[in-house]
C-alpha cells in the first residue's frame, strides 16, 4: 500500500492544545445556542401553557434570569432585549 495515501489522522497524534481548542469551541457552540434558543422557548412557552413544559425552561433559564434580575450591564440589557423580540 502507498504511504502517501494515508490520511494525516491516522499518522499524528493529537495534541493537548488541539484537544483544548476543540473543547473551547464545542463550550462556545453550546453557550451561543443557550443564548439563542432562549428567546423562542419563552415563546413556545408562552403559546403553549403546558406547566411541566414552563417549569423545566424556567429551571434550564434559571441563569439567564438570574443575569436579568441582578441588573447586571451589559448582560442583563441584551437578554432582555433578545427575550423582549419573542414575547409579543
Known amino acids: 500500500m502507498n ?3 494515508t490520511p494525516v489522522s491516522d499518522t ?3 495534541t493537548i492544545l488541539q484537544k483544548a481548542g476543540v473543547a473551547s469551541m464545542c463550550a ?3 453557550l451561543m445556542l443557550y443564548f ?3 428567546g423562542p422557548l419563552v415563546w413556545i412557552e408562552g403559546k403553549m401553557k403546558f ?3 414552563s417549569r423545566s425552561v424556567k429551571v434550564i433559564y434559571a441563569p439567564l434570569a438570574r443575569i ?3 441588573d447586571l450591564e451589559p448582560a442583563s440589557s441584551i437578554v432582555k432585549a433578545y427575550v423582549g423580540l ?3
Do not use: Q
Request: aromatic fraction near 14%.
Open 28 to 30: 462556545a457552540a453550546f
Open 51 to 53: 406547566p411541566p413544559f
Open 68 to 70: 436579568v434580575k441582578s
Open 12 to 14: 499524528e497524534k493529537t
Open 3 to 5: 504511504s502517501s495515501l
Open 36 to 38: 439563542l434558543l432562549a
Open 86 to 88: 419573542f414575547k409579543k
